[in-house]
């Protein structure tokens, strides 16, 4: 490459002048009266920024590091977008999230579980011409002796990965699984995206072929024109490609073009450098060779350059300890600590919406001071209050103003309990989230061990929707102390199906009373009511399963479940229960763990 370091001293001279004699203001380019204002801050900033050039030069880099090299397992974690491989002398770990996309070559790692085991060998590592694929050819018993490939794709967002299987190129494992034109799924035959069909992908663009491209285009539209239609390029090297002159853009694209097409052409001279950093607006970009408007530094190597370039990632976020742990577990933890954050969140919002008790005790006051002045089956009246002010009362048309009354005094002790029981909820819930966010700090510096994490956590929700274990239920299973089984819906979406689809017609139907909770299913199928022990144990669940957690004597409405119907239209979860019968319970979550849960 002595060739381009003579030319990269000529266009840093280019650089140095403007069209007006003076110098380049903010990384624009001038050049002559046949060059373009060209600006480089338009660059999205990412962590690294795929062109074809660069790809075709990291592949083959990958194949002088890893051809050989024996592979052990592939890890495809779809939650952090990381494809990692698993060598037997060292990690490679491919970030694939479109906001950090990096590379990273780390000491070796045990395989964990879920990791895709192979005996085999890296055959070969290449990318196609003027595309951004890499491949990796995988040769070895087992499986691996099937054509078995890892096709890595560097399109703009869209970032993803697959292992393929056979001739057919079948997807056995993909990181983001997508719909669309290119199906990237398992099971699909994976397909190359459409080819660029630029002009020059084998280095075999004459001159006259490159001025009758660029010549009669405006200076300001070249850049599009030559990435839309030339191989090799793109919206990061075009400027290097059309200065100082089309001419000497053109000898040095034909350059850069061989090089790609041919590894011979492409061996540095000793002692030139093999890869460049170039300073950009959105930080350190690795490159081939360097870029006219940007700063740059020589590196090692094109790994190491890519390596250096996201340094500042890798400190900000440890990396080989968490591959120690399973990407399913680290998941699991995320999940936990999702969970406790929502539940705190939650208490924290009831506990602000309590309703006042005294103003609630001094309505029911009201209610009975002024019973002569009240008529039967009204929503609301206006009452003299004992100030003598005007005071809107709210009342339950199908009661009586006694029991409206009552009504009252019980939603006032209902909040004075919520203000004493909630705050301790809340501690507990503040204590556990504590507890898993130092899980996972200990988990990411690799000081904790996977068994003793795994027993820590509570069951993946995404392990419970099948997939090679027990079916998905939409309710959870409880066995009463009389033996009973009891079934309590796991959310609004879900109670409908346990209602209609999971129950007998002579099933006990409970939910608690005029509060937004879960459905439950006492079974039974024998006549007469069920005993009473088991019919409010059920009743205890379908109170802690509802808005009516924090009471201590909630009523819960019981019906057999043939009675219970859905009204056409309804909201999910919404039904109209008939010859209904009411108990109050109290909601005590001791009860959960005097009875065995099943699910």
Known sequence: MGWWLTMCSTLRRCRQIGGDGQDSPQGYVYGGADSTLFSHDYLPPMSIRWDSLLVQHFARSLDRRFAGARLRAVRFDGGRRDLVLLFRESTLVWRLHPSRASVFVRESIEPAEGDFRLKARIRAVDAPPDERIVRFEIVGGGKAARAVEILVELMGNRLNAALTEGTGRTMRHVLVRRGGGRPFAVGQEWTPPSPTGRAGAGGDLTLDGWLALLERVPPPDRPRALVTGVAWTSPLNAPTFLEPTLEAGWEAWRRVAVEATDPDAASPLPGAPVAYLLETEGGLQPYPIPLLGFPSRSAAGLIEAVEE????????????????????????????????????????????????????????????????????????????????????????????????????????????????????????????????????????????????????????????????????????????????????????KHNDDLTFHHSAPDDIWLHARHTAGAHVILRWTQDGNPPARDLAQAGVLAALHSKARTSTSAPVDWTRRKYVRKPRGSAPGSVVPDRVQTIFVRPDEQLLDSLVDEA
């Not at 009204?378 to 006694?402: K, N």
């Not at 909630?422 to 690799?446: H, S, T, W």
């Open 309 to 492: 370039g996201t340094k500042a990632q890798a400190d900000a976020e440890p990396l080989v300890p968490a591959l120690s742990v399973p990407p399913a577990l680290l998941e699991r933890l995320d999940e936990a600590v999702a969970h406790e954050e929502r539940r705190l969140s939650a208490l924290r919002t009831e506990l602000e919406g309590r309703e006042d008790p005294d103003a609630l005790r001094s309505v029911g006051d009201l209610i009975l001071a002024r019973f002569s002045e009240l008529s039967s089956g009204v929503a609301a009246t206006t009452l003299t209050g004992f100030d003598g002010e005007p005071v809107e009362v709210s009342l339950d048309p199908e009661l009586r103003p006694d029991e409206n009354a009552a009504e009252y005094y019980d939603r006032a002790a209902r909040s004075e309990r919520a203000a004493e029981r909630i705050p301790r909820l809340m501690d507990k819930a503040e204590k556990r989230l504590a507890q898993l966010d130092d899980l996972r700090e200990r988990a990411l510096a690799g000081t904790v061990e996977v068994d003793a994490l795994k027993k820590t956590l509570p069951p993946s929700k995404r392990s419970q929707k099948g997939g090679g274990g027990r079916p998905s239920l939409p309710y959870r299973s409880y066995r009463s102390s009389g033996g009973l089984e009891i079934r309590v819906g796991r959310g609004a």
